[in-house]
């Protein structure tokens, strides 16, 4: 059973790329998100999807989109990246109900020069 | 809005010592649940525990135990007889609504 599946683990890229940071989970779970975390903020919700279709905005959602076309896949896009867009990202997903706990993926740590 | 503090940054303990992580929260909801996470040197998510705004009893899982008050919203979390491999970052999270919000996490440094 893989979980949550996050690619790449590891991106560099220059200011002004765009790239996609790809997530899966083979659980069926309704509800997905991303986080990313940076030293001395904790985790921070970027953007989040209650189901195939649906997406909305978290605390830092400037400057990704998202979508949610199916159930198992929600990619994070980089529009234009910055410096500041340099951190570690999580995706996570849980089932549909607001406590039960998120499984998360086990990163991208991305630099952006 | 909801909002998680977790005021003490790093702490370090020497093996086999008890220590606390403090994690005060705020929220206008009446329903809302805890979490606290590990995240080991190895950089993963770990989930520990859950606790619903309407249970206020306490918690024991082994050498593990959890604290939470309403009246004094905190859900403050114990490790008894330390070990290296409680060594990591610990983050108490709050969720009212569709938003996990997670504290800034505490730093454990279990010194053998």
């Known amino acids: 059973n893989a979980g949550v599946t996050q690619t790449p683990k590891f991106q560099v890229l220059k200011t002004g790329q765009s790239m996609t940071l790809q997530c899966a989970q083979d659980?069926?779970?309704?509800?997905m998100s991303w986080y990313r975390q940076d030293p001395g903020m904790g985790l921070r919700l970027i953007h989040y999807s209650v189901g195939a279709g649906i997406t909305d905005q978290g605390e830092v959602p400037n400057g990704y989109n998202v979508s949610r076309s199916t159930t198992e896949d929600f990619p994070l896009r980089l529009l234009s990246a910055a410096p500041s867009q340099t951190s570690v990202y999580f995706c996570a997903s849980r089932i549909g109900t607001v406590n039960s706990p998120l499984h998360f993926g086990n990163g991208t740590r991305l630099t952006v020069t | 809005a909801q909002k998680v503090t977790q005021a003490q940054t790093e702490i370090s303990v020497v093996e086999k010592e008890d220590v606390t992580l403090d994690c005060v929260y705020e929220t206008r909801d009446t329903t809302y649940y805890l979490f606290w996470y590990k995240q080991p040197p190895s950089g993963e998510l770990v989930f520990l525990i859950r606790r619903n705004s309407f249970d206020e009893q306490n918690e024991i899982s082994g050498r593990y135990s959890w604290n939470f008050q309403k009246s004094t919203s905190s859900f403050n979390f114990t490790i008894t007889a330390s070990q290296v491999v409680d060594s990591a970052v610990y983050f108490c999270a709050l969720s009212g609504n569709e938003k996990l919000t997670f504290g800034t996490g505490t730093r454990l440094t279990i010194i053998p």
């Open positions: 659980m069926n779970h309704e509800y």
